[in-house]
């Protein structure tokens, strides 16, 4: 019905910068709150940033000024732009979105798949 699909995680140097990408597509008649999670090795999933459909955004205290989401509500796509990254930003990364489905009143959240970002030198 709807997919969420990541891209763009990968090995990246503290102090670098990676951009990753997720695109929602399938049965969606419009798409609310965006946003991305993280979850370490033995550690429990976290919220790392989130945004409205209007723009307003929400960042963990150990990101801010570091990362910035944004969207593009036409392509249906959040960004998560990593800069000055540190080797405790190592994860995996999930995207999610809240969707109404097309077709239905209701909002469900759906999880794109993971991609791993690990910050090395």
């Known amino acids: 019905q709807v997919q969420l699909v990541e891209s763009g995680g990968g090995l990246v140097q503290p102090g670098g910068s990676l951009r990753l990408s997720c695109a929602v597509s399938?049965?969606?008649?419009?798409?609310?709150?965006m946003g991305w999670y993280r979850q370490a090795p033995g550690k429990q999933r976290y919220l790392v940033a989130r945004?409205?459909?209007?723009?307003?955004?929400n960042y963990a205290d150990s990101v801010k000024g570091r990362f910035t989401i944004s969207r593009d509500n036409a392509k249906n796509t959040v960004y998560l732009e990593m800069n000055s990254p540190k080797p405790e930003d190592t994860a995996v990364y999930y995207c999610?979105?809240?969707?109404?489905?097309?077709?239905?009143?209701?909002?469900?959240?759906?999880w794109g798949q993971g991609t791993q970002v690990t910050v090395s030198s």
């Open positions: 999610y979105a809240d969707v109404i489905v097309a077709g239905t009143e209701y909002e469900y959240a759906y």
């Open positions: 399938g049965s969606i008649f419009s798409i609310n709150t």
């Open positions: 945004i409205t459909r209007e723009g307003s955004t």
